[in-house]
């Protein structure tokens, strides 16, 4: 089992910064694929990017391409997201894949987080 825990969210101006952390536990995530992912009410869970935690290859979505950047450090997953916009407004979620494939789809990742929740102001 691998535990994913978010923190970082918060209120924020448009056109500031957020750093989100997501610190892992439990069975080593050193051959895993961590991802972030957004969620809005009513509307389904929303890639942002992936980073393959041993190589550093990363991969993003289209709304954090320029913008955010995603990275680790030990143990623990960051997003650093630059020039926030309202509509980055949501949940954000910290997930895990053992498949150690980069990969975009919510129903590939194996553990998730809590989220934490961002909210950008105009």
């Known amino acids: 089992q691998v535990q994913l825990v978010e923190s970082g969210g918060g209120l924020v101006q448009a056109g500031g910064s957020l750093r989100l952390s997501c610190a892992a536990s439990g069975r080593t995530v050193s051959n895993y694929v961590m991802g972030w992912f957004r969620q809005t009410p009513g509307k389904e869970r929303e890639f942002v990017a992936a980073i393959s935690w041993s190589g550093g290859n990363s991969l993003y979505g289209d709304s954090a391409k320029g913008r955010f950047t995603v990275f680790n450090g030990v143990n623990t997953l960051y997003l650093q997201m630059n020039s926030l916009k309202p509509e980055d407004t949501a949940v954000y979620y910290c997930?895990?894949?053992?498949?150690?494939?980069?990969?975009?789809?919510?129903?590939?990742?194996?553990?998730w987080g809590q989220g934490t929740q961002v909210t950008v102001s105009s």
């Open positions: 997930a895990a894949d053992s498949s150690a494939v980069l990969r975009n789809h919510a129903w590939e990742y194996d553990y």
